[in-house]
């Protein structure tokens, strides 16, 4: 009975052995398996950021009220102030885009600017068109659904229509050519929006 007895402790001490080898080989991948959620926090981190609001205001009217007709094609037609808070670090120019949703034909394309300087926080009244400019220091203007490159106001056909103002500070400057697409520049600005900001007035002619 002896040999028996021995041959089964043996059998027993192998088997803890094997036990203890494979908890420590557990232990040692563990760490890569927490380290996971790590990896998550920081892309959530970047998608924050890269949806981070700047305010956009404009001293001719507020959020949501209605935009005088001053700035419309029943008045002078002419662009309305805006100002903006401070740039996300990083920021090397802003864009803007002005569309109306509500047209009956589709989206219209009021405005179009870009590779405006970082440095800037606000546009002033009755900006002069520099479309043809090709400055690289100088603002770049885009066409407008009326085949037009600078700002064309508010002319609603009937009914009230909502007006977007919508700026996006970019992580780089476009390299497109005065007198570009909303189009065009959307696809030039993926990927490098660090933050944006919108503004919407009304009108009704």
Not at 76 to 99: C, H, R, V, Y
């Amino acid at each position: 009975m002896r040999p028996v007895i021995i041959h089964d402790l043996l059998l027993t001490v192998t088997l803890l052995a094997m036990m203890m080898a494979s908890c420590t080989s557990s232990a040692t991948t563990s760490p890569e398996s927490t380290a996971a959620p790590k990896s998550t926090e920081i892309s959530e981190t970047l998608e924050m950021e890269a949806t981070m609001s700047l305010g956009l205001t404009s001293d001719a009217f507020m959020n949501g009220q209605s935009i005088p007709a001053k700035y419309s094609c029943a008045g002078k037609n002419i662009s309305p102030a805006l100002a903006w808070d401070e740039s996300p670090a990083g920021t090397q120019s802003f864009a803007l885009i002005m569309d109306d949703p509500d047209a009956p034909a589709g989206t219209w394309v009021h405005w179009v600017l870009f590779n405006i300087p970082a440095e800037t926080r606000t546009l002033p009244e009755d900006l002069p068109i520099t479309g043809k400019n090709v400055d690289p220091n100088a603002i770049y203007v885009g066409k407008n659904s009326w085949g037009d490159t600078g700002y064309g106001g508010p002319c609603p056909p009937s009914g009230t229509h909502r007006y977007y103002f919508k700026l996006y500070a970019l992580d780089t400057t476009i390299s497109l050519l005065p007198g570009a697409t909303k189009e065009q520049l959307l696809k030039e600005m993926e990927g490098h929006i660090l933050a944006q900001a919108e503004l919407m007035g009304t009108f009704r002619k």
